[in-house]
């Protein structure tokens, strides 16, 4: 089982709200974890959005929007990242990253599509 | 501004090596810790390990243990990571990349080059 499992595609309306999911190897507690976003266009390199563990240990990359945010479902043991009022530049691929065991793991990503 | 400014696409042949560099521009990489991530086509991102040069600390993710060195240079301009012997599925971007803050903690990745593409092919 992979350590972070997130879905491949995801398609929501501009304006509309999407929520990206990563869900955690069950082994693993979310909530001792700082969750990591990043944004990727094609061609481009990633790009940092936020991290989140909780409430009181977040941070928000240098310019990007309050309309993403983070937070958990611990009883999904999932981090969530969360697109509200979409836009068609929202459309990308987005990654979750971990610090697991000394070593960075990434999510397979999954593709959100703006439509 | 921070910049990371990594070297040409590289065209190799299998069994052969590659090495990619990543300089960052208007100071050095001396104490932040410069992680490399691949990601082959259309696939996802891979993080291939990271140094921190001025604490001499680096470390490898399992999957390339052996294969892979990564180093930089005295001076700490430039960080390099060498991949041996290569095979078609090592084709991919080779990303640098490092935190904001300075140190060993892990941190996430605010800045990244721009990708080189490294081609093995026979």
């Known amino acids: 089982q992979a350590v972070l499992t997130q879905p491949s595609s995801l398609s929501a309306s501009p304006g509309a709200s999407a929520s990206l999911t990563c869900t955690l190897r069950?082994?693993?507690?979310?909530?001792?974890?700082?969750i990591y976003w990043y944004q990727q266009k094609p061609g481009s390199p990633p790009q940092f959005l936020l991290r989140?563990?909780?409430?009181?240990?977040?941070?928000?990359g240098s310019g990007v929007p309050s309309r993403f945010s983070g937070f958990k479902d611990v009883s999904a043991n999932a981090g969530i990242l969360v697109i509200s009022g979409l836009q068609s530049e929202d459309e990308a691929d987005y990654y979750c990253?971990?610090?697991?065991?000394?070593?960075?793991?990434f999510g397979g990503g999954t593709k959100l599509t703006v439509l | 501004q921070v910049q990371m400014v990594q070297s040409g696409a590289e065209v190799k042949k299998p069994g052969s090596s590659v090495k990619v560099s990543c300089k960052a521009s208007?100071?050095?990489?001396?104490?932040?810790?410069i992680s490399w991530v691949r990601q082959a086509p259309g696939q996802g991102l891979e993080w291939m390990g990271r140094?921190?040069?001025?604490?001499?600390?680096?470390n490898y993710a399992q999957t390339f243990q052996g294969r892979v060195t990564i180093t930089a240079d005295k001076s700490a301009t430039t960080a390099y990571m060498e991949l041996s012997s290569l095979r078609s599925e090592d084709t991919a971007v080779y990303y640098c990349?490092?935190?904001?803050?300075?140190?060993?903690?892990?941190?996430?990745?605010?800045?990244w080059g721009q990708g080189t593409l490294v081609t093995v092919s026979s």
């Open positions: 990253m971990i610090w697991h065991s000394s070593a960075v793991v």
């Open positions: 208007g100071g050095t990489l001396s104490n932040y810790a």
């Open positions: 990349a490092r935190p904001h803050y300075s140190g060993s903690r892990p941190e996430g990745f605010d800045y």
């Open positions: 989140y563990k909780s409430d009181s240990d977040k941070q928000q």
């Open positions: 140094i921190i040069p001025r604490l001499e600390i680096v």
């Open positions: 069950s082994d693993i507690n979310v909530g001792t974890y700082r």
